[in-house]
C-alpha cells in the first residue's frame, strides 16, 4: 500500500470515528432495538446519515472495489466503535462478507442483480449452517445435508438451515448446498437467490445472546426451490473452496469491527475507573482496578498488529487460511477477556443496560463461536502443525 493511499484511508477512518461518536452513539438508546436486532426504520434512519455525511461503504472505493485489507483495518476499527456503527456505514456481516466473494468471483450479470443492490444498502444473507439436532452442517461444512440436485435444466434444492444471520428482511442471499459431480465424491455449490422467496419458510427466529443485527438469526425450512445455471456462483461443486475464499477475510473483519467495540468498552470503563470513588481514592489508583485497565491496553494493542499482519499476507495474495485462524482465535479471546474486564470494573453499571458495555461485552462473546469456535481454530492450526512435523 502507498503511502498516500495509507494516507487517504486513515482519513476516512478519521471521519468514520468521527460520524459513529457524534451521529451513531446516540441511537444506542433508542427504543427501535429488539431481541432479534435494530428494526428496518432505524436501519434505513442510520444510512441516510451515512449517507448524507459521504461515509456509506467507506471501504469501497470510487470504482466500486473493496480496499485492500491494509486500508480496511482502521476504517472497520472506527466503524466499530457502536455495535450500530457496522450497520449505519454497511460494513456489517454478513454484507460485507458476500460483498468480498461477489466482487471475486460473480458474473457480469450476476453483479448487476446481486453486488450492486448490496452495495447500495440491500441486506442479504449466507445460507450455510444447519440445524444441529439434525446432524446438518456446523462448523464442519463437509457435514451439509442442504441437497441440490438437476431436474431437466433448472437445480431443485430442498434442506434446513439455522443460524442464518439477517434472513428476515434480507433481499439476496448466497445458499450452500450439496451436489453430485458425478465421481462419488462429495461436492458443494453456491447459488445466489433473490428474497423473499415462498420456497424458504422461516421457522423460528431463536432469541440469541447477541442483538446487534437485523433480521436476527433464523431457522429456515427450504423446500423445492428451483434455480437455474445463471443462479450458481461461480463454478458448479467448488462452494467448499469458495467458503473458505469468504470465510479467511471474513474472520479477519470481524476482528477489525469488534477491536472497534472493545476499544469503546475500555474507554467507557476508563472514564467510569478514574470518576468513582472507593475507600478514600479512584479506582484506577486501587491495583486490582489500574492493572486490569493495563491488561486491556496491552490486549488491544496485540489484536490490532496481529490483524495488521493477516491483513498484509491476504494482501499479498495468500490464503492465509491459518493465519486468519491464529488471528480469529487470538483476538477473539483477548477482546473477550478485554470487554470482561470492563464490566468487572463497572460493577452493578456493567451489567445493566445504562452503558453500551454490557452490550459489547455480550457481542464479542458470541464472536468467539462465529466464524468458527475457537476449538476449531484450533484444532486447524494443530493439523498444521502436525503436517509440517511429518515433512523431510
Known sequence: MTAMSENSSFNIAERVEHFVRSIVTPYEADDRRTAHGPQEELVHELRAKAREAGLFNPHISAGG?????????????????????????NTAAPDEGNVHLLSKIATGSQRVRFLEPLLAGKRSAFLMSEPAS???????????????????????????????????GAEAAILMARTDRGDGKMAATMFLVKLPNSAIHIDRVPVTIDNSMPGGHATLTITNLIVSDEDI????HEGFAYAQLRLAPARLTHCMRWLGAA??????????????????????????????????????????????????LLDTG???????????????????????????????????????????????????????????????????????????
Request: some cysteine; overall charge neutral.
Open 65 to 89: 472495489e473493496a480496499l485492500c485489507h491494509r486500508e480496511m483495518v482502521p476504517i472497520l476499527r472506527a466503524s466499530g466503535l457502536s455495535p450500530l456503527g457496522p450497520l449505519a456505514l
Open 318 to 392: 495468500e490464503k492465509a487460511s491459518i493465519e486468519s485462524s491464529m488471528v480469529k482465535v487470538a483476538v477473539s479471546e483477548a477482546l473477550f477477556s478485554v470487554a470482561d474486564r470492563c464490566v468487572q470494573i463497572m460493577g452493578g453499571t456493567g451489567v445493566s443496560a445504562d452503558t453500551v458495555v454490557e452490550q459489547i461485552f455480550r457481542e464479542i462473546r458470541a464472536f468467539r463461536i462465529y466464524d468458527g469456535p475457537t476449538e476449531v481454530h484450533k484444532w486447524s492450526i494443530a493439523r498444521q502443525i502436525a503436517r509440517e512435523s511429518e515433512r523431510p
Open 233 to 236: 456462483l461461480g463454478a458448479p
Open 263 to 312: 476499544t469503546r468498552a475500555h474507554e467507557i470503563a476508563t472514564e467510569y475507573a478514574v470518576g468513582r470513588r472507593a475507600f478514600g481514592k479512584s479506582l484506577i489508583e486501587h491495583e486490582g482496578v489500574g492493572f486490569m485497565l493495563a491488561d486491556n491496553r496491552i490486549a488491544l494493542k496485540q489484536s490490532e498488529l496481529m490483524i495488521g499482519w493477516c491483513a498484509d
Open 134 to 168: 439434525e446432524g446438518g452442517a456446523g462448523s464442519d461444512p463437509t457435514m451439509l445435508k442442504t441437497i441440490a440436485h438437476r431436474h431437466n435444466d433448472t437445480w431443485v434444492i430442498n434442506g434446513r438451515k439455522a443460524f442464518i444471520t439477517g434472513f428476515a
